[in-house]
């Protein structure tokens, strides 16, 4: 097949860029046992390069190391190792500049490169395959792709959970009914509200951290799938490429891709985490409840309603949670009934991948770069305590504490609660006379216990909404920085 192609001249001190524009053939690094060319229609079909060239970093590393091994077991010489790298770096950099064009006729950033060091330095660039599969080669530059990815991510869920934090810190004071079934349930602090998202993104933070000792398995040396006749010495390429440890079996070496599964799903479990958030800020940016105002800088407007202020953000967020959802299933249904060991469905793999990596990531960074600016309407939150018997629990704790069971408390204020309504007045507003009408128990202590702030008060367990508790929870998040960040 006669196809336009680039050469490229690697003169060390001068290097050119030559086009071919016809009459170079392409011939594909596996096509000794063929004896027709292949179809414009399938070159396009099987080609990854379109996306995989985003690997094209890895994938030189990963070859620089695999170079320098072939050197140190004697299998390359000094000189000949030295060329190969010198060209590997010069493709590199003219990538970089944009300078070179993959075709879709060497079909992966594998073989693109490949052939681009062997057009360069002809008979000795087909050396450096020796020892080694693109089966194991797309599997090293996955894992060293999202190692990187990975604490990319971890840096920007740390950044988020600062944010959450001093947001907590600054409203410490700020009361706000919390809800059940979307219903009022009881009083909490909004410090206690956002050091509940605090504890969902550490864990998703954690998350994201053990899977690196997974991801973290340097599986270069696996051959195409039984390893490899040659005496490779992979723990110089461990150290070479920065991995914690080696892979100790070539067939699972080629066809895991576990660690890519948990990057998808740690995703899934990270973006439902922001997309309740999200769901949680429309419903309060809602005129219908008003608890928070999102800047102009984030909002858009609409363009027939000129009095709309749209919280887009949060609402692609939740949008993006069902495409990161959608990557997951993808790799997951990929996956499922792959026969050991590399087959050819796992090329499906990376674009899904590509996708979560930049949505988690620009989620992470827009919510950081939103949250601060989020105005508290803490007047609006406390008013809306007023509606919704928030204290009726306080007001069964209260007869529970003057000996009442538990219960019967509970069936009483129920009554209460009935008779209120009725009069259309809230538990605190009812007279003395009117409420021991019901039990004799009751006294004026009953109105200081039915105070909001009271009621956040009483909750002295370990994790509740009392300021001690709150505070403490934000000493244990500097702890845990303090860990993270050193
Ligand atoms: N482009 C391939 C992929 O992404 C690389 C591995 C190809 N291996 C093979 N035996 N065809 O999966």
Not at 319 to 335: C, D, P, Q, W
Not at 344 to 361: A, G, H, N
């Amino acid at each position: 097949m006669y196809q336009t192609k680039i050469k490229l001249c690697l003169d060390m001190k001068n290097y050119v860029l030559k086009h071919w524009i016809r009459g170079v053939e392409i011939v594909k690094l596996w096509a000794g046992r063929f004896k027709e060319e292949s179809s414009t229609l399938f070159d396009e079909f099987n080609e990854s390069i379109s996306f995989d060239k985003k690997l094209y970093k890895e994938d030189i590393r990963g070859s620089i190391a695999h170079c320098k091994m072939l050197n140190k077991i004697n299998i390359l010489t000094d000189k000949e190792s030295e060329k190969i790298q010198n060209c590997l770096k010069k493709i590199e950099s003219l990538i970089e500049e944009g300078k070179l064009e993959f075709s879709i006729e060497n079909e992966d950033i594998h073989m693109n490169i490949e052939s681009l060091l062997i057009d360069e330095i002809g008979e000795l660039g087909k050396k450096l395959h020796s020892g080694r599969s693109r089966n194991d080669q797309i599997a090293i530059d996955l894992r060293m792709f999202l190692l990187e990815k990975t604490n990319l991510i971890m840096d920007c869920i740390l950044s988020l959970l600062n944010i959450l934090l001093n947001i907590s810190e600054k409203n410490k004071k700020i009361i706000l009914p919390g809800y059940t079934h979307l219903q009022k349930a009881q009083p909490i602090r909004l410090s206690f509200y956002f050091m509940a998202y605090f504890q969902m993104l550490r864990r998703d933070y954690e998350r994201f951290e053990d899977s690196l000792k997974r991801t973290n398995s340097m599986v270069l040396g696996s051959g195409a799938l039984s390893g490899v006749p040659y005496k490779l010495d992979r723990e110089f390429l461990r150290d070479e490429l920065n991995f914690l440890y080696i892979s100790e079996n070539a067939l699972d070496s080629v066809s895991d891709r576990d660690f890519i599964i948990e990057f998808q799903s740690n995703s899934s479990i990270l973006m439902m985490h922001l997309s309740r958030l999200s769901e949680e800020m429309i419903l309060w940016a809602t005129s219908e409840f008003n608890f928070i105002e999102i800047s102009d800088k984030h909002t858009t407007g609409s363009s027939i309603m000129p009095q709309k202020k749209n919280p887009d953000v949060f609402e692609l967020i939740r949008g993006k949670t069902g495409r990161v959802y959608g990557n997951l299933i993808s790799i997951l249904t990929v996956m499922k009934g792959l026969p050991l060991a590399y087959n050819k469905d796992m090329q499906e793999d990376k674009e899904s991948l590509f996708d979560s990596v930049v949505t988690v990531e620009r989620s992470l960074k827009i919510l950081s770069e939103m949250m601060p600016e989020i105005k508290f309407n803490s007047q609006r939150m406390s008013n809306s305590l007023k509606s919704g018997f928030l204290n009726a629990t306080d007001m069964a704790d209260y007869l529970v504490s003057k000996g009442m069971e538990f219960r019967n408390a509970h069936k009483l204020v129920g009554e209460l609660v009935s008779y209120s309504l009725d009069n259309n007045k809230s538990l605190e507003e009812l007279e003395l006379n009117e409420l021991k009408a019901f039990s004799k128990l009751f006294d004026d202590e009953i109105y200081n216990r039915l105070s909001f702030e009271n009621s956040i008060e009483s909750k002295i367990s370990f994790g509740s909404s009392s300021i001690e508790n709150v505070e403490k929870s934000f000493l244990s998040a500097k702890k845990f920085f303090l860990d993270k960040r050193k």
